[in-house]
T-cell receptor
């Protein structure tokens, strides 16, 4: 099973809302990632968790807050977003940090 | 390690071979990867090659690695309309992971 699941598939939120994106994998992978992707561009790394600890934070604004409740779950909490934060948010996991990554289908986020 | 370049577009006829190219600047890559992304979807890992290999074949896919020229290619044999997508190469160097700029492949029936 090489599946990474993400919910919701689509999300529309206002700039004052608080919402969360969820990601789950059951492959026993110890590294999990959040990426942001704009149309027709490569994914941009936001956060990396390794063994449930935040390993890399790529200077992401504090309105994005990651959380790793256990080795299978990864959340991204959103608060006071801007319209330019509208993008596809991708979750990925890998056996160890920066080995081959398996991606979820993404959450299409629109900030109004 | 951050400069991973690809041609933006490639068009081929159905049944022909496609060759997607990627150049990178850091010779200390550990692994090099090819991902496929269809519209509105996540990235699908197609194949990867360890940096001490020069070729890997997996069904219709052939990966060639020229370490001297820092050049990676993906050949898709007998290209089908379902192969139309954006293809990203990527390299891992230590704890870092760098994506290429992506090549949009269009298959003409």
């Amino acid at each position: 099973d090489t599946e990474v699941t993400q919910t919701p598939k689509h999300l529309v939120m206002g700039m004052t809302n608080k919402k969360s994106l969820k990601c789950e994998q059951h492959m026993g992978h110890r590294a999990m990632y959040w990426y942001k992707q704009k149309a027709k561009k490569p994914p941009e790394l936001m956060f990396v968790y390794s063994y449930e600890k935040l390993s890399i934070n790529e200077s992401v604004p504090s309105r994005f807050s990651p959380e790793c409740p256990n080795s299978s779950l990864l959340n991204l909490h959103l608060h006071a977003l801007q319209p330019e934060d509208s993008a596809l948010y991708l979750c990925a996991s890998s056996q160890e940090i920066h080995r081959e990554q398996y991606f979820g289908p993404g959450t299409r986020l629109t900030v109004t | 390690g951050e400069d991973v370049e690809q041609s933006l577009f490639l068009s081929v006829r159905e049944g022909d071979s496609s060759v997607i190219n990627c150049t990178y600047t850091d010779s200390s890559s550990t692994y090099l990867y090819w991902y496929k992304q269809e519209p509105g979807a996540g990235l699908q890992l197609l194949t990867y090659i360890f940096s001490n290999m020069d070729m890997k074949q997996d069904q219709r896919l052939t990966v060639l690695l020229n370490k001297k020229d820092k050049h990676l290619s993906l050949r898709i044999a007998d290209t089908q309309t379902g192969d139309s997508a954006i293809y990203f190469c990527a390299e891992s160097i230590g704890n870092q992971f760098y994506f290429g700029t992506g090549t949009s492949l269009t298959v003409i029936p």
